[in-house]
């Protein structure tokens, strides 16, 4: 930007004195970010000046406290990247609140542990993946298992494991 100056301006023929640049440090804005449940969630940013001080922060609103109550994702990551200061790996979450839009990635340049000071508004957060719920079949009869949830795709897949647990890593 270029910061201009006039003495009664009125119209733009009149702002004639240029002051110099102006230089707006911080992430461009996006509509949304998205991360899928057992895969690792890591939101790249751009942007002008960006910092080793910045960090994200998933939240209902920017400039609150209220953040979200992921089980195994870092709610509030300061950058990964020393490099480039623009990247930021939240971890693999497994069994989180899931939806559309249900929260927003804040940024904020220095706001140390301080929820409130990530004010700036980066995008929606989207956590795709499926519903878990506890289903039901009886031997000898026909079974069919629901699966709903948001993001899900033609490519996904169930499979029934006897021990107690998933296993696999990406």
């Known amino acids: 930007y270029h910061v201009c100056w006039g003495h009664n301006p009125g119209s733009d023929s009149k702002w004639n004195v240029d002051l110099g640049t102006l230089t707006m440090s911080g992430p461009q804005t996006v509509a949304s970010f998205e991360c899928t449940l057992g895969?690792?969630?890591?939101?790249?940013l751009t942007g002008v000046g960006l910092a080793s001080t910045n960090k994200i922060l998933l939240a209902t609103s920017c400039g609150s406290a209220a953040t979200t109550?992921?089980?195994?994702?870092?709610?509030?990551?300061?950058?990964?990247?020393?490099?480039?200061?623009?990247?930021?790996?939240?971890?693999?979450?497994?069994?989180?609140?899931?939806?559309?839009s249900l929260f927003k990635v804040c940024w904020g340049h220095e706001p140390q542990a301080d929820a409130a000071k990530h004010k700036i508004d980066l995008g929606a957060f989207t956590m795709n993946g499926p519903v878990t719920?506890?289903?039901?079949?009886?031997?000898?009869q026909a079974c069919s298992v629901g699966v709903?949830?948001?993001?899900?795709?033609?490519?996904?897949?169930?499979?029934?494991?006897?021990?107690?647990?998933?296993?696999?890593?990406?």
């Not at 895969?39 to 790249?44: E, G």
């Not at 490099?83 to 930021?88: E, K, L, P, R, S």
Request: proline share 3%; with cysteine.
């Open 39 to 44: 895969w690792p969630c890591d939101i790249q």
């Open 133 to 140: 719920a506890a289903q039901a079949c009886t031997l000898g």
């Open 69 to 100: 109550q992921f089980a195994s994702l870092t709610a509030t990551q300061q950058v990964t990247n020393s490099a480039t200061d623009d990247a930021y790996a939240l971890g693999t979450e497994t069994a989180g609140p899931r939806g559309d």
């Open 148 to 170: 709903t949830g948001t993001g899900l795709a033609i490519s996904n897949s169930l499979k029934l494991q006897d021990s107690g647990t998933c296993t696999g890593a990406y």
